[in-house]
Every structure is written in structure tokens, then in C-alpha cells.
């Protein structure tokens, strides 16, 4: 459940739109629309996109059918997968783009891993994040995208992908409550804008991802958590 705190804004409409930043990450939980936010918005602001590459990782279906045996290779593999990928592209500058906009925030490897891992495989691989994450850039505004998981669920069945119609809401619910314990104890590290979704349908109503763009450029944030609900 979210819980406002803080700073709330309020949201509107405007028509011109300023680049604030070098780096945006757009996160959530799994169905929430964040690959579909962040490729409608470097198509729209001529930005430079990362995208997860999930979906040739041959753990990942093995995961969803026996958790427990798959659990530690698939974490590993994406910590390696997502590494590298965010180390390449963000030290590769593209002079004809403007800024850059990625589907997820490298810490999510952590939250996930917590959600799946058994304690002592949990430590030794928070060991192995921790070396490699402080050579990473940080987002200068990490956005979340928060949805029910009722609707996260929705969604995952209207998408198809075989693999994942075996995903139940008690392992959103983990992965949710990873993410709201992320936020509550990095907001004095971080920009972090919230955005409750709940009541938008940003990826098929335009006027409602005009609002979410809105949200994320128009809006001067501080460090922190900052709310919106749409």
C-alpha cells in the first residue's frame, strides 16, 4: 500500500518541457509500464534508451516453474547482465542525444534478490553488489511507477508472456514491499518521484502520459521522495 509522505505535488498540463536531467531511470514493479514510459519518452525527447535485456536470460523461465533451484543463478546472471549493460552505455556518450532514459535502476538486482534468495545466498550476493555498484552512475531522478499489485497482475495476463502467467501476487507483493523499503531508507541519498498509477492508463490513453511527463520534467523535485497521484 502506498503511504504519502513528505512532499505532494500536484500535477498539470504544460505545453513546453525543459530537460532537468542526464540521467532518468524509470522503475516499478513487474507489469508496471515502465518499457513502455521509457521508450514512448526518448521517442518523444530524442533521448538516449537502456533497455533490460531480459528476455534471452535462459534462467529466467526455469525460475518461474522451480524458484527455489533457480533462484541464485538467475540473480547472478542479471547482476552481471544489468552491470554491464548500464557500465557500457552510460560511460558511452551519443552526441546527437539529449539525455539518458533507462526501464530500471541497477539496486533493483538487490530488491529482487532479497525477495528470492535464502539468507546466507542473500548476503554473499549483497557482498558481490556492493563491490560493483559504487562504480556505477546514480539517476539524477529515479521514477516509480506504483501500481496494486491486483492491477500488476492484470496487466502481466494482458501482456502474454508464457513464462510469467505463473507469477502470483505474493511474489509481487515481496518484490512491492522491496521496493517501498528501498525508497523509505535511500530518500536523503536520492530524487525520488513517486507516481500512483492506479487511476491512469498511461500506455494507452495519450492524455494520461502527457500527465506522467508532465509529472517527471515540469516539476522542480528536491532530494527525496516526492508523490504524485494521478
Known amino acids: 500500500m502506498l503511504v504519502k509522505r513528505k512532499k505532494v505535488f500536484n500535477s498539470g498540463m504544460r505545453k513546453s518541457h525543459k530537460m532537468k536531467y542526464n540521467y532518468i531511470a524509470i522503475e516499478g514493479n513487474i507489469g508496471s509500464g515502465k518499457t513502455s514510459l521509457a521508450t514512448r ?31 541464485f543463478p538467475l540473480e547472478l546472471s542479471f547482476l552481471a547482465e544489468r552491470f554491464q549493460q548500464l557500465k557500457d552505455e552510460l560511460s558511452r556518450q551519443e552526441l546527437f542525444k539529449d539525455f539518458t532514459v533507462a526501464d530500471y535502476f541497477f539496486y533493483k538486482t538487490v530488491i529482487f534478490a532479497k525477495s528470492t534468495l535464502p539468507a546466507d545466498e542473500f548476503n554473499l550476493f549483497s557482498k558481490l553488489f556492493n563491490i560493483i555498484n559504487a562504480a556505477l552512475p546514480k539517476p539524477d531522478l529515479l521514477v516509480f511507477l506504483h501500481l496494486r499489485t491486483e492491477k500488476l497482475l492484470e496487466n502481466i495476463r494482458q501482456r502474454g508472456r508464457a513464462y510469467e502467467q505463473t507469477i502470483e501476487q505474493d511474489y509481487l507483493d515481496k518484490i512491492q514491499n522491496g521496493y517501498m523499503h528501498f525508497i523509505k531508507y535511500n530518500q536523503q541519498k536520492s530524487k525520488i518521484l513517486i507516481l500512483d498509477t492506479n487511476n491512469i492508463d498511461f500506455v494507452n490513453n495519450y492524455q494520461d502520459y502527457a500527465k506522467v511527463v508532465d509529472c517527471i520534467f515540469e516539476n522542480k523535485y528536491e532530494t527525496g521522495e516526492n508523490i504524485i497521484k494521478l
Open 41 to 71: 519518452i526518448a521517442d518523444q525527447f530524442n533521448a538516449k534508451l537502456v533497455l533490460e535485456q531480459f528476455a534471452d536470460n535462459p534462467f529466467l523461465p526455469k525460475f518461474y516453474k522451480s524458484p527455489q533451484k533457480y533462484a
